[in-house]
T-cell receptor, first 116, second 112 residues
């Protein structure tokens, strides 16, 4: 398996623009997680899905952020409008199921977002 | 609210040395604890997962222990190598939801 795939790997945009990050989980995995990593706050969970359904979005910073999972093989994280403080590395991870005691999460390579 | 702390933030050791990385958490009611490795500019790679009913897990030169009552975990790396240089992250799941709370990580440098 190719692992978790994220695109783009790098994104540079200007403040106010819409940004869409994409993720393809490992085939057969039923849970998908979106994280954000910054130097100041470390790695934070934004939202996660189980069987394509959003379960917990309490980590989404504000209404400018939205995430969708239209099918088992694709998810998007959208920021509209983007702001400089959104600059971070965004990771997508998947696992066989959410919360199995022995189920680890497999991370993608991340998207480095820079908002000017 | 669960909080995860890793000490030290950075560590530099000569090649061949055995070393211990520390992780502490505030709420002992955890579901499992995981150790990840992150190389610069890369994603996270899972190293070891310890379920709440377990005391330790081993993989090659790595050994992770868990003491829930004291809220501590350690990652022991034997005979360190330059290729072990990376950031090591500890993460705790406090429920069966899969939500992970991460520590800030320990950045390890192993000098040849």
């Amino acid at each position: 398996d190719a692992g978790v795939i994220q695109s783009p790997r790098h994104e540079v945009t200007e403040m106010g623009q819409e940004v869409t990050l994409r993720c393809k989980p490992i085939s057969g995995h039923n849970s998908l997680f979106w994280y954000r990593q910054t130097m100041m706050r470390g790695l934070e969970l934004l939202i996660y899905f189980n069987n394509n359904v959003p379960i917990d979005d309490s980590g989404m910073p504000e209404d400018r952020f939205s995430a969708k999972m239209p099918n088992a093989s694709f998810s998007t994280l959208k920021i509209q409008p983007s702001e400089p403080r959104d600059s971070a590395v965004y990771f997508c991870a998947s696992s066989l199921r959410a919360g199995g005691p022995a189920d680890t999460q497999y991370f993608g390579p991340g998207t480095r977002l820079t908002v000017l | 609210k669960q909080e995860v702390t890793q000490i030290p933030a950075a560590l530099s050791v000569p090649e061949g040395e055995n070393l211990v990385l520390n992780c502490s958490f505030t709420d002992s009611a955890i579901y499992n604890l995981q150790w990840f490795r992150q190389d610069p500019g890369k994603g996270l790679t899972s190293l070891l997962l310890i379920q709440s009913s377990q005391r330790e897990q081993t993989s090659g030169r790595l050994n992770a222990s868990l003491d829930k009552s004291s809220g501590r975990s350690t990652l022991y790396i034997a005979a360190s190598q330059p290729g072990d240089s990376a950031t090591y992250l500890c993460a705790v799941s406090s429920s069966n939801t899969g939500k992970l709370i991460f520590g800030q990580g320990t950045t390890l440098q192993v000098k040849p």
